[in-house]
């Protein structure tokens, strides 16, 4: 009788526990996945178009910085129940605060502009019509996903978007990689002091840890205090600090992981194909996914395509929504996916302006290189600051009450900001020269 309640008992934890893990998959697993957005798509298929295997090994450099910057942005937003622009507005001077958020709204509509284009010319090469209907309907349905979808339903509409990353595994699995080669770069570094590999290492740096990032994911853990009537900000609730603190280390760096795999599959499909035939010159992702036409079929190309629509519809409503919530909390207007469009009025319009004024910059003759490169430049000089502030937001205990950083997190998130510090400045002296 015993061993049948055992049984029965272990048959009925076993779907508890998958609900449970499904449970924890949140802020962190969408921000990872919207970090390799169809811009990020063209710089990591540059990169390997140029490099071929040569820079893999950043995948495993940036891991754990990405990781731990994440993680403090996301505990900001849960023990102080307030966003990153919030907590800079309430503690540091104004031009500071003015400043950080300007630029962030800047880079974001460059990105969000390059995005929707990037979407666009991959349906162009599985659909016919003209470019400027598909660039239109890319830049449509991101809006309409946040302005007409509930926060609590579309959260798990972005969180299925997330499988479409899995087209870059599943194309590199298609061309039988050599693995060894692969393997080997990974693990053991090919470092150079020439400028373009700089270039390329800052290039790679600034997408993957991007600033955007931190401000939406800290905001979407205030939005979840905010759904939940059971749960507080966790320096007002301590009980409740294990278990979110638990679930926002297991998320964010299933989150990252997930990024940086699915980052370390794009850069390898490059390598294998474009480099490996001479083809160094890409420029965006969508002339990725036409290249890999002759080299490794119609499918490799058209499942390749696929990931930049979804990887932009899930990307473009995050780039817009986390503008949103940081000019928001600058003038304390309500800000939440949650609300109707005429109760937070001020949000929805700051999503929908950056939008539009994203789509648009497609219709300018704006080259999309330069808007990529302006967008990480941007991205580059923004993130240093906005992740020194980060620190010492989560040491202070008017923010963090207790729950200020444990030394191993405040070490590695040094480290991160540090790092881009440098290269920012190392972007700076690259385009002076």
Known sequence: MTVRTSDYVLKKSKPSRAKDILWKLGPGLITGAADDD?????????????????????????FPLMAAIQEISARIGRVSGIGIAGNIRRHYPRPYLYGIVSLLLIANIFNIGADIG?????????????????????????????????????????KWLTLALFSYVITAIILHEPRWAAVRATIWPNISLHREFLTALIAILGTTISPYLFFWQA???????????????????????PTQLQRIRFDTFLGMAFSNLVA????LTAASTLYSHGLRDIQTADQAARALQPLAGHFAS???????????????????????????????????????????????????????????LNFIHLNPIKALFFS??????????????????????????????????????????????????????????
Request: aromatic share 10%; net charge neutral; proline share 6%.
């Open 219 to 241: 905001s979407e853990e205030v939005e979840d205090v905010t759904l939940n009537a059971g749960e507080q900000p966790l320096k007002n609730a301590p009980k409740q600090a």
């Open 302 to 360: 058209s499942v390749f395509a696929v990931g930049i629509i979804g990887t932009g519809l899930l990307a473009v409503p995050v780039l817009a929504g986390s503008a949103a919530y940081a000019v928001s909390e600058v003038f304390q207007w309500d800000a939440s996916l949650e609300q109707k469009p005429k109760r937070a009025v001020g949000f929805y319009a700051t999503i929908g302006v950056a939008t539009f004024i994203g789509l648009l």
């Open 376 to 433: 990480a430049v941007l991205n580059g000089i923004v993130a240093g600051p906005v992740m020194a502030f980060m620190m010492f937001l989560a040491r202070n205990p008017k923010v963090m009450g207790k729950f200020t950083l444990p030394r191993s997190l405040h070490t590695v998130g040094w480290l991160a900001a540090v790092v881009m510090i440098l290269v920012s400045m190392g972007m700076l002296i690259t385009m002076l020269h």
């Open 38 to 62: 169809p811009s990020g798509i063209a710089t990591y298929s540059q990169v390997g178009a140029q490099f071929g295997y040569g820079m893999l090994w950043t995948m495993l450099f940036t």
């Open 264 to 267: 370390f599959f794009i850069i």
């Open 118 to 158: 990037a979407m666009g010319a991959a349906a162009q090469l599985m659909l016919p019509g003209p470019p400027a209907l598909f660039v239109v309907l890319a830049g449509g349905v991101s809006l309409a996903m946040q302005i007409l979808i509930p926060y609590s339903s579309y959260v798990k509409y972005l």
